[in-house]
Structure formats: structure tokens, C-alpha cells
């Protein structure tokens, strides 16, 4: 279709290479949606998305809702005339009213490979359950969550060294390749609908919070790593200290032997190793609560010859 117009929907940094892409391609966005400028850092100053102040910086208009489903930015939405709307990370559930506006449709660029997982934190589950593989998938957005027919979907492998951050910014990258695939069909009304039931269960995985990330040692140390990668950067991964302070662990490697008392801490001449319900981790680098980062090492020999028995 040629001409047509394209409202582009998003807020987090994963849409930012496929919004650019689109900004440059023949059928640039005649808008962008984004959340509001919310608070950030120390001073809790309010700060743009990455993708508007791209738009703001390309003269594009850029309309920010409180809700998606404000009556008064639904007319505004529907005054651009929008023949196809996309959505990545966008952050809002979409009312039947904006889903159904588009004639050429109202789709989702989601990072999993639906039906796995539907929801907020599907990169950091696929890292914590051990996948070997994970993905993005273009779908028609329906009511339902993450539920609706796909168009394509784009697999990549999940390496032994991937975090939750570095798989973001490797799945930002499949994504803007399989909007460049998918487009033209989408443009020209040939996009396939495969439905989900047809490619297996759904799992959700709701937003994850800052608590989230509390270590349960008597896991096996091999879940506990792929838990400490999985949620890095973000809600990151924490224990306490006997004294009831938190120690973020920032890194550890599993070991298979020990593991008679989870949560026990053992010095070894590699550094202080902590006790799973199998095997123990090595711990790598870590940030007590109110210091800086540092090697484990360092922490364990600032005790003093009195270090903490265990955590948990």
C-alpha cells in the first residue's frame, strides 16, 4: 500500500533500532505514541522515552497518554488516519477501539517466541528457565494479552554468558529485522495468521519488581546463576546478611561439590563460596547495601576475621 500511514507505539530502549529503521524506510511513522516523561535518577527529574526524543529531534509528532484509553488521545489517534499501527514495548493494555481503528491492522512486535511466554518478562524467563533459544514474534494484536495470531517469528540461541541486558539488545536488533520482513505484507494486506494454539502452551510472566530478585539458596546453584544472569540488570539479584542488610550478588559461578546447608558461607582460597540446596556458587562480585560494587574477596576480607556464617 503505498503511502500509507504508520503510527508507531513504544517506550522501551529494545523498539528503538526498529522505530529508527522506520523513521528512515519509505513509509515513515506520521507519529509516534510513547508513555510520559517520568521521573529518573537521584534528582528525579522527568525524562523522555529514547524513542520520543528521537521523534521530537526528526520533527515527528509524538503523542503521550496517561491511559491508552483516554477518550480525548483515541480522537486524536484516530484523526491521523492511521492505516496500520505497531506496537514494541509500548507498556499500556490497548483498548478494543485503538486495536481495531487500523484498516491494515494493529500488530505487536514481542520478544519471545509466542505462545512461550506472554507478558513483561519474557527475556529474563527464558534465561532463568534454562532455554536454549528464544526470539521475537510479529502477531496481530488482540484483547488478550500477547494472544493473538502471528505473522513471523525470528528464533536466536541463548548462550551460557547472555543476561537479561544483553539479550535485550540482541533481540532489538532481530526485531528490526523481522519488521523489515514483515512489513511489506502487513502493507499489502498478505501478513499470515497462524493461530497460537497451533504452536504450543502459553506461559505469563507478569512484570517482575525489585523483591523479585531475593536468592533462594536452597535452588540448585546452577538455577541460582542462570537467576543471577537472568535478572541483570534489572530488578538485579540480592540476599541478607545475619545483621538483616542486603548483599546484591552481581556474579557467581556454580560449583558441584558441598551443599550440605543452603545458605552457608565458605572461604576458599578462590574467594567466599555460598552453599545451595546442590552444589555451591562461587560468588564473582557483589555490592553491599549502602557501598560500592566489588570483587567477593574484597567484602569477605573486610569482616576482619568475623565474616558473616551465612546468607539467606
Given at each position: 500500500?503505498?503511502?500509507?500511514?504508520?503510527?508507531?507505539?513504544?517506550?522501551?530502549?529494545?523498539?528503538?533500532?526498529?522505530?529508527?529503521?522506520?523513521?528512515?524506510?519509505?513509509?515513515?511513522?506520521?507519529?509516534?505514541?510513547t508513555q510520559p516523561d517520568r521521573p529518573a535518577g537521584r534528582r528525579r527529574e522527568l525524562k523522555p522515552s529514547v524513542l520520543k526524543t528521537m521523534a521530537v529531534d526528526a520533527g515527528m509528532p509524538v503523542l503521550q497518554p496517561e491511559k491508552a484509553r483516554d477518550p480525548a488521545f483515541l480522537?486524536?489517534?484516530?484523526?491521523?488516519?492511521?492505516?496500520?499501527?505497531?506496537?514494541?514495548?509500548?507498556?499500556?493494555?490497548?483498548?478494543?477501539?485503538?486495536?481495531?481503528?487500523?484498516?491494515?491492522?494493529?500488530?505487536?512486535?514481542?520478544?519471545?517466541?509466542?505462545?512461550?511466554?506472554?507478558?513483561?518478562?519474557?527475556?529474563?524467563?527464558?534465561?532463568?528457565?534454562?532455554?536454549?533459544?528464544?526470539?521475537?514474534?510479529?502477531?496481530?494484536?488482540?484483547?488478550?494479552?500477547?494472544?493473538?495470531?502471528?505473522?513471523?517469528?525470528?528464533?536466536?540461541?541463548?548462550?551460557?554468558?547472555?543476561?537479561?541486558?544483553?539479550?535485550?539488545?540482541?533481540?532489538?536488533?532481530?526485531?528490526?529485522?523481522?519488521?523489515?520482513?514483515?512489513?511489506?505484507?502487513?502493507?499489502?494486506?498478505?501478513?499470515?495468521?497462524?493461530?497460537?494454539?497451533a504452536l504450543g502452551e502459553a506461559t505469563k510472566v507478569p512484570k517482575l519488581e525489585r523483591d523479585d530478585g531475593r536468592i533462594d539458596w536452597t535452588w540448585p546453584a546452577a538455577r541460582i546463576e542462570r537467576r543471577l544472569r537472568a535478572y541483570d540488570p534489572w530488578p538485579g539479584c540480592w540476599?541478607?546478611?545475619?545483621?538483616?542488610?542486603?548483599?546484591?550478588?552481581?556474579?557467581?559461578?556454580?560449583?558441584?561439590?558441598?551443599?550440605?546447608?543452603?545458605?552457608?558461607?565458605?572461604?576458599?582460597?578462590?574467594?567466599?563460596?555460598?552453599?545451595?540446596?546442590?552444589?555451591?556458587?562461587?560468588?564473582?562480585?557483589?555490592?553491599?547495601?549502602?557501598?560500592?560494587?566489588?570483587?567477593?574477596?574484597?567484602?569477605?576480607?573486610?569482616?576482619?576475621?568475623?565474616?558473616?556464617?551465612?546468607?539467606?
Amino acid at each position: 500500500m503505498s503511502g500509507a500511514r504508520i503510527v508507531f507505539m513504544g517506550t522501551g530502549e529494545i523498539a528503538l533500532p526498529t522505530f529508527r529503521w522506520l523513521a528512515a524506510s519509505e513509509t515513515p511513522p506520521v507519529a509516534l505514541v510513547t508513555q510520559p516523561d517520568r521521573p529518573a535518577g537521584r534528582r528525579r527529574e522527568l525524562k523522555p522515552s529514547v524513542l520520543k526524543t528521537m521523534a521530537v529531534d526528526a520533527g515527528m509528532p509524538v503523542l503521550q497518554p496517561e491511559k491508552a484509553r483516554d477518550p480525548a488521545f483515541l480522537d486524536d489517534l484516530a484523526s491521523l488516519r492511521p492505516d496500520l499501527i505497531i506496537v514494541m514495548a509500548y507498556g499500556q493494555i490497548l483498548p478494543v477501539r485503538l486495536i481495531e481503528l487500523p484498516p491494515l491492522g494493529c500488530v505487536n512486535l514481542h520478544a519471545s517466541l509466542l505462545p512461550k511466554y506472554r507478558g513483561a518478562a519474557c527475556i529474563q524467563a527464558a534465561i532463568d528457565a534454562g532455554d536454549p533459544e528464544t526470539g521475537i514474534t510479529l502477531m496481530h494484536v488482540v484483547r488478550e494479552l500477547d494472544a493473538g495470531d502471528v505473522i513471523l517469528r525470528h528464533a536466536i540461541p541463548i548462550t551460557g554468558q547472555d543476561t537479561g541486558g544483553s539479550l535485550h539488545d540482541r533481540l532489538a536488533g532481530v526485531a528490526r529485522g523481522v519488521m523489515e520482513e514483515g512489513l511489506p505484507m502487513l502493507l499489502s494486506g498478505t501478513a499470515p495468521r497462524t493461530p497460537q494454539a497451533a504452536l504450543g502452551e502459553a506461559t505469563k510472566v507478569p512484570k517482575l519488581e525489585r523483591d523479585d530478585g531475593r536468592i533462594d539458596w536452597t535452588w540448585p546453584a546452577a538455577r541460582i546463576e542462570r537467576r543471577l544472569r537472568a535478572y541483570d540488570p534489572w530488578p538485579g539479584c540480592w540476599s541478607e546478611t545475619p545483621d538483616g542488610r542486603r548483599l546484591k550478588i552481581l556474579g557467581a559461578s556454580p560449583r558441584e561439590e558441598g551443599g550440605a546447608s543452603a545458605g552457608r558461607l565458605i572461604e576458599t582460597p578462590e574467594g567466599p563460596m555460598v552453599e545451595c540446596g546442590i552444589g555451591t556458587l562461587l560468588l564473582g562480585e557483589v555490592q553491599p547495601e549502602g557501598s560500592r560494587k566489588m570483587a567477593a574477596a574484597d567484602w569477605w576480607r573486610g569482616f576482619r576475621g568475623q565474616p558473616p556464617e551465612r546468607l539467606g
